[in-house]
């Protein structure tokens, strides 16, 4: 069975489209993503792109780079899995290249809005200079802080979803970290702080260092739709001439 080039490309920016809008709603509403809901579409590409000839070892391999980078960072907690996931079928769906792979488009324009975020937080933060420098870390460090969260009182803080606490009370300070576990694990931070509450040795009305656990698959199709309509035909025969 022949298929013609552009009808596969159709079909598979189309399966992909889907695919990204569903996990990014499943990672608005729920920070939750099932493994299954990308294979249709890593199963599609592998498919089609075999048809048509479109794997090339070299291209294949640079397309695939993102998503080791974000297999790196998800095994350092500091990306989910569904994370590497998504890139990954990028990769898959896209081996092939002019200038740039699809994934690498995809993950810079992904970028754009956390680390706009992180300058947001620190020049927040630089305000409340004497309040974030009185915080004493007794594992971590305090650097992070500056440029990764934001201060919020532990009620409103409990009262909260997808907020995860970057300065953990504990005997002597603050266990300062830079990203937060699986929910089993914030879950005990919940009940850890609520229990010291209880106790007395905090307050409601208390301050902790704060991060929200963003919905990255939303970046994700926004940069992956991005890296659709990048002119990289016209990049490239600018750079030539």
């Not at 809005?113 to 305090?142: A, D, H, W």
């Not at 009620?155 to 929910?183: H, M, N, Q, W």
């Not at 106790?199 to 963003?214: A, C, Q, R």
Request: neutral net charge; glycine residues 6%.
């Amino acid at each position: 069975m022949i298929i013609e080039q552009s009808t596969a490309d159709l079909t598979l920016v189309f399966i992909l489209t889907v695919t990204l809008v569903y996990g990014a709603y499943r990672d608005i509403k729920y920070r939750d993503i099932p493994e299954v809901t990308w294979v249709p579409a890593i199963a599609a590409g592998i498919t089609l792109n075999l048809m048509t000839g479109r794997f090339d070892i070299m291209h294949t391999l640079i397309s695939l780079i993102p998503a080791i980078m974000l297999l790196i960072l998800a095994f350092l907690g500091m990306m989910g899995g569904a994370d590497f996931l998504a890139i990954l079928t990028i990769g898959v769906v896209h081996p092939y290249f002019t200038l740039l792979p699809i994934s690498l488009l995809t993950l810079g324009y992904s970028l754009i809005i956390p680390i706009f975020l992180m300058i947001y937080y620190l020049l927040r933060n630089v305000s409340m200079k004497n309040t974030l420098q009185r915080i004493r870390c007794v594992e971590g460090r305090r650097t992070y802080l500056w440029f990764l969260g934001y201060p919020l009182r532990i009620s409103e803080f409990l009262k909260r979803k997808f907020v995860y606490p970057l300065t953990i009370p504990a005997e002597g300070g603050y266990i300062c970290r830079s990203s937060f576990g699986e929910d089993e694990e914030e879950e005990k931070v919940r009940n850890t702080i609520v229990e010291k509450i209880k106790e007395g040795s905090l307050t409601p009305t208390d301050i902790i260092w704060v991060t929200p656990g963003l919905p990255h698959v939303v970046f994700f199709l926004i940069g992956y739709l991005l890296a659709l309509v990048t002119p990289q035909n016209l990049l490239l025969s600018m750079l030539l001439h």
